[in-house]
């Protein structure tokens, strides 16, 4: 019988806890550190004192995927509520429905087509001269054309991620979904819906095993090295580990202004704007991340949002990934590669946009990973997935 590792956990969301739950399941200890003060990371969700309202303190966070073994796992360690996500875009004024579906042109062109009448226009309007897009815009105005681009992606874009659309890669659009049909379920994965509990709940029965030991407001700073430890698995931001000797790689962070309003106040989820001229990218409104609370709250807490350069203390949420920044991650790969006894996971770990799905089912590759290294008497690697 393999005899137990005693791994440190660097990092207490999503992918930190899988890791941990999944080793001691296995018969490990797990040690998980957290600088915050919660578990869950950035999904971190609570009751806001005033209101009563679940708040997703970072920011909306929803489940949506298409694996069923990520789904089962996640509805073992909490109910998960049915909710279908539908966000609106206020463009000069107007409220449109996202993403770009058949009401959306309908409404915006002042038409009443039938899908095959839309999509005729629609391609009508793209740019086709561009046989193989390489940027946003060139990838949007092949997409939808040029009104509709200027419209509703341009502007949002731009606030975004801080940079003129013409600089950033194609894929990022390539996500969006364009629909001939009246259908404004922003995703359109099998399975969707939010914990009745929060995140947090969730992430606190991943975590509930005798294997595994959680400690809060502590830093892999404050740790004696890695004595006592046979392997570590960090989630934080890889050049961080580095102690950004090569430099920083680029991240967004987000801040968030508050509010607690008297009543309902946009009646709905999410509200995009637009318009290059607004300062904020959304407003939110938690009260309807709950539906199954409705009527419950007399009051209504709302976050306006506002994307920003992440900064040294700032939280980063989503990394930037242009040309300069892919050569540094090629640099800072071939350091971590070279770095004995550590795994680099998550999203921060390696500088990708990871779903929460996404996280769950690359924290299962990584238990696994480092369990079979185990048995078979040698280190795990640095990195499971490809960059």
Known sequence: MLKPKNILIVGAGFTGAVVARKLAE?????????????????????????????????????????????????????????????????VGGKIFSMPINLHTINQFFSTSMSPKEAQTFVQGLAECDVDDPTTFEEQALKFVGRDIYEAFFR?????????????LPASILKRLPLRFTYDDNYFAHGFQ???????????????????????????????????GYDHVVYTGSLDRYFDHTLGRLAYRTLRFEKEVKDAPYQGTAVLNYCDVDVPFTRITEHMYFAPWEA????????????????????????????????????????????TSGVTFAGRLGTYAY???????????????????AFAQDRKPDAFVHEM
């Not at 029965?205 to 890695?226: C, F, K, M, Q, W």
């Not at 996404?358 to 079979?372: G, K």
């Open 155 to 167: 502007g949002y874009t731009l606030k975004q991620w801080g940079l003129e659309p013409k600089r």
């Open 26 to 90: 296995a018969g490990h200890m797990a040690t998980v550190i957290d600088e915050r003060g919660h578990v869950a990371g950035n999904c971190h969700t609570a009751r806001d004192e005033e209101t009563g309202v679940m708040v997703h303190v970072y920011g909306p966070h929803i489940f949506h995927t298409d694996n069923a073994r990520v789904w089962e796992f996640i509805n073992h360690h909490c109910e998960m509520m049915p909710y279908r996500h539908q966000v609106r875009a206020n």
């Open 354 to 372: 990871l779903d929460m799905d996404v996280s769950i089912a690359r924290a299962f590759d990584v238990a696994e990973h480092i369990e079979t």
């Open 295 to 338: 009527g419950k709250f007399d009051k209504s807490v709302i976050y306006t949002e506002f994307s920003e350069t992440a900064k040294a203390g700032d939280i980063p949420y989503y990394p930037v990934r242009l040309v300069d920044d892919m050569a540094m991650l090629d640099s800072y790969v071939s350091l971590a590669n070279a």
């Open 193 to 227: 819906g939010i914990p009745r509990d929060g995140y947090t709940a969730a992430v606190d029965s991943i975590l509930d095993h005798p294997n595994i030991v959680v400690r809060l407001s502590t830093t892999a700073e404050n740790l004696d090295g890695d004595a």
